[in-house]
């Protein structure tokens, strides 16, 4: 499965105890308490947003309604945010968050925190029972979720509710067997029909993907796929050839969480990847701070997920 999915490490992941959200103020971030009324955020996710120069152009000022209007309606708007990202010489800040951790408004709340500074893309994950990418972070955080009774439909509500409000699109990350419950199509209408614009699965293997890829595609979903530090680079590249969005580059061999540092063989692989495709690369997996984010940058990266 390494070869695959690889590990999911790094992901940004908000805390009961990380009860703070982000405010754009000139080049910085200030932290805002739990009784401004808004949910979450970490001191973490905002180095990494400056370490990819991010805060200087993330007032809400710059995000029009029009364009929130249109993220939310455009077919494969991840494609169209990573293109234009891409086209203003800037790398695309991608956070993750958990669903439901620690209360499915503080996860509305995070979201529009992360949109008004400026995210160009955020990553919903689904709580999940038997997670096979994420380390014990995010276990922990799809734990309390579950706890809480946090359901697929709760969390599409979730996007319901912030999507005609937000300029980022939305990429929901679920396995497959939420999936196949529902029915693919009904998922894919369903998802889309509530604002999302992007779907990434890591569960399910590059030879399996057209149906989903096909359905998702009618649908106006971006399938993201993961391609990792022991992906063959002919595999590499069928992989390239086939994402949407974003070729999601893992940085690390393992499940998810913090790293200190990156490896230094995440630059090779980006260069491979670039001999392969023209399509924008976000790296994740292990990225806790601006540093990281910087050096990601530096190697040619499109993307930092955090």
Same mark, same amino acid.
């Given at each position: 499965?390494?070869?695959?999915?690889?590990?999911?490490?790094?992901?940004?992941?908000?805390?009961?105890?990380?009860?703070?959200?982000?405010?754009?103020?000139?080049?910085?971030?200030?932290?805002?308490?739990?009784?401004?009324?808004?949910?979450?955020?970490?001191?973490?996710?905002?180095?990494?947003?400056?370490?990819?120069?991010?805060?200087?152009?993330?007032?809400?000022?710059?995000?029009?309604?029009? !364009?929130?209007?249109?993220?939310?309606?455009?077919?494969?708007?991840?494609?169209?945010?990573?293109?234009?990202?891409?086209?203003?010489?800037?790398?695309?800040? /991608?956070?993750?968050?958990?669903?439901?951790?620690?209360?499915?408004?503080?996860?509305?709340?995070?979201?529009?925190?992360? #949109?008004?500074?400026?995210? #160009?893309?955020?990553?919903?994950?689904?709580?999940?029972?038997?997670?096979?990418? #994420?380390?014990?972070? /995010?276990?922990?955080?799809?734990?309390?979720?579950?706890?809480?009774?946090?359901?697929?439909?709760?969390?599409?509500?979730?996007?319901?509710?912030?999507?005609?409000?937000?300029?980022?699109?939305?990429?929901?990350?679920?396995?497959?067997?939420?999936?196949? !419950?529902?029915?693919?199509?009904?998922?894919?209408?369903?998802?889309?029909?509530?604002?999302?614009?992007?779907?990434?699965?890591?569960?399910?293997?590059?030879?399996?993907? #057209?149906?989903?890829?096909?359905? !998702?595609?009618?649908?106006?979903?971006?399938?993201?796929?993961?391609?990792?530090?022991?992906?063959?680079?002919?595999?590499?590249?069928?992989?390239?050839?086939?994402?949407?969005?974003?070729?999601?580059?893992?940085?690390?061999?393992?499940?998810?969480?913090?790293?200190?540092?990156?490896?230094?063989?995440?630059?090779?692989?980006?260069?491979?990847?670039?001999?392969?495709?023209?399509?924008? /690369?976000?790296?994740?997996?292990?990225?806790?701070?601006?540093?990281?984010?910087?050096?990601?940058?530096?190697?040619?990266?499109?993307?930092?997920?955090?």
């Amino acid at each position: 499965m390494n070869a695959t999915i690889g590990s999911v490490q790094g992901r940004y992941h908000v805390s009961a105890r990380q009860q703070v959200c982000f405010r754009a103020t000139g080049p910085r971030m200030e932290r805002l308490d739990r009784n401004a009324g808004l949910g979450v955020a970490s001191g973490m996710a905002s180095g990494v947003a400056s370490g990819v120069a991010k805060a200087s152009v993330a007032s809400k000022a710059a995000k029009t309604l029009a !364009a929130k209007t249109l993220a939310a309606s455009t077919p494969h708007a991840v494609t169209e945010a990573m293109a234009s990202c891409k086209a203003a010489g800037r790398t695309a800040f /991608i956070p993750f968050l958990v669903a439901g951790d620690p209360s499915l408004s503080a996860t509305v709340s995070a979201i529009k925190a992360l #949109d008004s500074v400026g995210a #160009d893309v955020i990553e919903l994950g689904v709580p999940y029972s038997d997670p096979l990418a #994420d380390g014990p972070t /995010i276990q922990a955080a799809a734990t309390r979720a579950l706890q809480q009774g946090v359901v697929l439909d709760q969390v599409i509500d979730v996007v319901r509710q912030v999507a005609p409000s937000i300029s980022a699109p939305i990429v929901m990350f679920t396995y497959f067997n939420p999936i196949m !419950a529902r029915g693919l199509d009904t998922f894919c209408e369903q998802i889309s029909s509530a604002g999302a614009s992007g779907l990434l699965v890591p569960d399910i293997p590059l030879e399996e993907t #057209d149906e989903i890829r096909k359905v !998702a595609t009618s649908h106006g979903l971006d399938l993201v796929l993961l391609a990792t530090p022991t992906t063959p680079a002919v595999r590499m590249a069928k992989i390239a050839d086939a994402t949407q969005g974003f070729v999601y580059l893992v940085s690390v061999t393992g499940v998810t969480g913090m790293r200190g540092t990156n490896e230094t063989r995440v630059e090779g692989l980006i260069e491979t990847l670039r001999e392969n495709t023209d399509k924008s /690369i976000a790296v994740g997996f292990g990225v806790s701070g601006p540093e990281q984010a910087r050096q990601i940058k530096a190697w040619g990266a499109d993307g930092v997920i955090v």
